[in-house]
């Protein structure tokens, strides 16, 4: 039991460790390149979402970039009210604008996705350079295509900043101080420790030919988006964290659907560990480096919470004796988690209550999300018109 305790508390090091790294600050383009020519498929799979639908794309007519390079395709996943025809009103309205609606039966995102996906190659239509993918609820930052154009010139995978389109509620706000850690602790690190980032869900570009290559349409657990990072990696690819652009992201401001929505992701996450950990292990036998320990650990994040959850309770039923040195090095730990959380979110002392309540929530949903893994109904999240634009981040 005493080795275990040091494990988890070497992996909590680990993590500490490289996100540190997150301080260094690096240097940004001033400007991106002058002449765009990468071409975009740009692929929005929704689900009934009138209220924001119009939103996403007004923000992608309005980016800076040229209209001609990319082209949009709204993936409409078996709608039943207005979606579909506010978005034929919107092209009607903007001739200017390659945007097309595609009519599926998929059930869930990577689904409806795929369905697109065949749809676009079935119709001559899969052949721009590369593919981007967004959430319906999404409001792209105005240069985030120019910024994917050029990294795009270095790296075939690219992940931009998730930030939140609301934060009025305390709910909103955990969601808030959740993502502007992630930025920091999962992305900015990783990153600047030559490893690489993870892709978010939403706000990511890929080139086409990786796209076929790593095969997007065998990503058929509920976290598509780590399934894809994790056989990008196993296949040499690094996945670029582009810190200065981002999407707008609606967060939910009710406790039941965040817990539905929390549950979804751990219950893919588990799914992605019992899936792809043999083939991870397997490549780092074949071939060892860090980015696969790096790999191995972050996939394995439910089953290193399960694992510290018997531990706690062992040690509190029976007294076990922690060595004084271990229980100073944990509250060590513990105070630089606090502090980093205050950091990632500009010292604002009201998100330090929201990080607080986050991971009590995620902590059961892990918990409860690995227990019912098995269960891949997909729980779509209830999207609604935001009064007001909000977008809460540090300045990197």
């Not at 508390?9 to 240097?27: A, M, P, R």
């Not at 939403?202 to 399934?227: A, K, M, P, Y």
């Not at 490549?283 to 980015?291: D, G, S």
Request: charged share 20%.
């Amino acid at each position: 039991m005493i080795i275990l305790v040091w494990i988890l508390v070497l992996c909590i090091l680990y993590d500490i460790v490289i996100s540190t790294v997150g301080f260094i600050k690096k240097e940004i383009p001033s400007e991106y390149a002058i002449s765009p020519c990468a071409t975009f498929t740009v692929l929005i799979a929704c689900h009934n979402e009138e209220e924001v639908i119009l939103d996403n794309l007004k923000a992608l007519y309005n980016s800076n970039y040229d209209k001609r390079l990319f082209n949009v395709y709204v993936i409409a996943d078996h709608c039943t009210d207005q979606t579909e025809m506010l978005c034929h009103e919107f092209k009607k309205n903007v001739r200017d604008f390659n945007m097309e609606v595609i009519p599926v039966k998929g059930g869930s995102k990577p689904k409806a996705l795929n369905s697109g996906i065949e749809y676009l190659k079935k119709h001559n239509l899969w052949k721009d350079e590369y593919i981007v993918i967004l959430d319906a609820d999404n409001k792209v930052s105005p240069q985030m295509l120019s910024a994917f154009d050029y990294y795009h010139q270095q790296f075939d995978i690219l992940q931009c900043r998730i930030c939140s389109d609301n934060d009025e509620s305390f709910i909103a706000r955990s969601f808030t101080a959740a993502f502007n850690w992630t930025t920091y602790d999962r992305q900015i690190s990783r990153n600047n420790a030559g490893l690489s980032a993870s892709l978010s869900g939403t706000g990511f570009s890929i080139n086409r030919s990786v796209f076929d290559d790593v095969d997007f349409q065998h990503c058929t657990t509920l976290t598509e988006d780590l399934e894809f990072s994790v056989l990008a990696i196993l296949k040499g690819y690094k996945i670029k964290f582009v810190k200065e652009q981002y999407v707008l992201n609606q967060n939910l401001d009710e406790f039941k659907p965040s817990m539905i929505q929390r549950i979804r992701w751990c219950r893919g996450h588990t799914q992605v560990s019992i899936k792809l950990t043999g083939k991870v292990i397997k490549e780092f036998i074949r071939k060892p480096r860090l980015q696969l320990i790096e790999t191995f650990l972050f996939i394995n994040t439910p089953a290193r919470i399960i694992v510290f959850t018997i531990v706690t309770i062992y040690i509190l039923v029976t007294q076990m004796y922690i060595p004084t040195f271990l229980v100073i090095l944990s509250t060590v730990m513990c105070i630089y988690i606090i502090l980093y959380g205050l950091y990632c979110n500009d010292y604002d002392l009201i998100y330090l209550l929201n990080l607080l309540h986050y991971a009590i929530c995620m902590y059961g949903a892990v918990l409860y999300g690995a227990v019912t893994y098995r269960k891949t109904v997909w729980a779509k999240t209830e999207h609604k018109k935001n009064s007001r634009s909000y977008c809460k981040y540090k300045i990197i």
